[in-house]
Every structure is written in structure tokens, then in C-alpha cells.
């Protein structure tokens, strides 16, 4: 079945750049999604990337995916203290439905 | 513009009854997606429904089940309900189906359910 994978901490200094790291396994997904999930808040997408592409660039955000090796990652440029949070790496199979599957959450720590 | 409602915000029941949630999308919203999360199980997608069709499903028992109504508002129930559905119950809105490919998501804050 499914299964996607990432590390469960990231701690990075205010300023820096961070960038959380995503594996997946099932080689038909078409859809790979960047969640977000701040204490006490709901969900809210960042961003995604249809698999025929390499890259996203949305603002600070960039995605990078290498279908190859099934790795998916995002970068934050210039990461502040607003961006700690949970964030969510996802995949939803080819055919037009979307029935996601999702990571466990990389919980990224901004310490000033 | 209203966003996403989620009723009740936390609901406490005991094993073996069965409990309804609710969700109101924003105004004009057709579609309505169900996500549970756990520490156990992480993040998991329910249901789907659009215009009052169950559009995709993920992989939960037939404990689990939804409907949509004529508004676009959603229930979810679960019946016979087992420690392991203490959770947080998300749901999301957005004008067409097919995911945030498709159409921005706009999540509510999610219904916490705990089971005795």
C-alpha cells in the first residue's frame, strides 16, 4: 500500500532556510501536497505539485520533486518564528479521485 | 464571507454508542472532504462528498459513514464507537471536487471526539 515517509523534527535558526524532506511509495501518484498545521489551529494547504513537474516556486516556498527516487521536499526561505509548525506531506493517486494519503508531519521548530 | 463550521467543537461519548458530527462549508461550497487524525494513526482522509455524492473514500471500516444534504452541509457518524476513534475530526470545504488541485481547501477546526 501507500506510504509516506518524513522526518519528525526540524529545528532552524529565525533567518535561515529550512527545507523538510518527504519519500513516498506509491509510483502512481499524480498529486503530492504540502500541509500546514499551526498549534491549535486547523489545516491549511500550502501548496502542491502535479507529478510531471520538478519544481514549484510560490513565494518563500519552493517545491522540489524527484519522481526518480520518489522524494519530495519543501523549502522555506527566510524561515520567522511564524512558520513553526506541523507540516504535512501528501500523495493522491492518478485517475482524477482524491483519496490522499499523508506523512506523519515534520514539526519544524524557529528559534530566534 | 463565513468560513468553515464544525459542530460540536468537543464531544465526549463512552464505547459502543454512536455519535454525529456536523459540518457547514462555506457559502457556495459544494464540496465536503472528512479527515481524521490521531497521535497513533496521524492524518487520514475520510470521505468525500459533492452534491450530495459520496465522491472517494479512504480506507475506514463501514463504522464510518457520512452524508451530504441539499445545503452542502455534512454529517459524519460513527456508530459502535471504540477507544480508537477519539480524535480529531476535520473537514474541509471547496467549490468543486477532486482536491486542492482542484480547487482551494478551506479547513474548519475539527470536532475533538473522545471516547471513554
Known amino acids: 500500500g501507500e506510504d509516506v515517509e518524513q522526518s519528525l523534527f526540524l529545528s532552524v535558526r529565525e533567518g535561515d532556510s529550512s527545507v523538510i524532506n518527504c519519500t513516498y511509495t506509491d509510483s502512481s501518484s499524480t498529486y503530492l501536497y504540502w500541509y500546514k498545521q499551526e498549534p491549535g489551529a486547523g489545516l491549511q494547504l500550502l501548496t502542491y505539485i502535479f507529478s510531471n513537474m520538478d519544481m514549484k516556486q510560490d513565494q518563500r516556498l519552493t517545491v522540489l520533486l524527484n519522481k526518480k527516487d520518489k522524494h519530495l521536499s519543501l523549502r522555506i526561505a527566510d524561515t520567522q518564528t511564524g512558520d513553526s509548525a506541523i507540516y504535512f506531506c501528501?500523495?493522491?493517486?492518478?485517475?482524477?479521485?482524491?483519496?490522499?494519503?499523508f506523512g506523519r508531519g515534520t514539526s519544524l521548530i524557529v528559534h530566534p | 464571507k463565513a468560513g468553515v463550521t464544525q459542530t460540536p467543537r468537543y464531544l465526549i461519548k463512552t464505547r459502543g454508542q454512536q455519535v454525529t458530527l456536523s459540518c457547514s462549508p462555506i457559502s457556495g461550497h459544494r464540496s465536503v472532504s472528512w479527515y481524521q487524525q490521531t497521535p497513533g494513526q496521524g492524518l487520514q482522509f475520510l470521505f468525500e462528498?459533492?452534491?450530495?455524492?459520496?465522491?472517494n473514500k479512504g480506507n475506514f471500516p463501514g463504522r464510518f459513514s457520512g452524508r451530504q444534504f441539499s445545503n452542502s452541509r455534512s454529517e459524519m457518524n460513527v456508530s459502535t464507537l471504540e477507544l480508537g476513534d477519539s480524535a480529531l475530526y476535520l473537514c474541509a470545504s471547496s467549490l468543486t471536487s477532486g482536491g486542492p488541485s482542484a480547487d482551494t481547501q478551506y479547513f474548519g477546526p475539527g470536532t475533538r471526539l473522545t471516547v471513554l
Open positions: 501528501a500523495e493522491s493517486p492518478s485517475g482524477g479521485s482524491y483519496i490522499p494519503t
Open positions: 462528498y459533492f452534491s450530495e455524492t459520496q465522491r
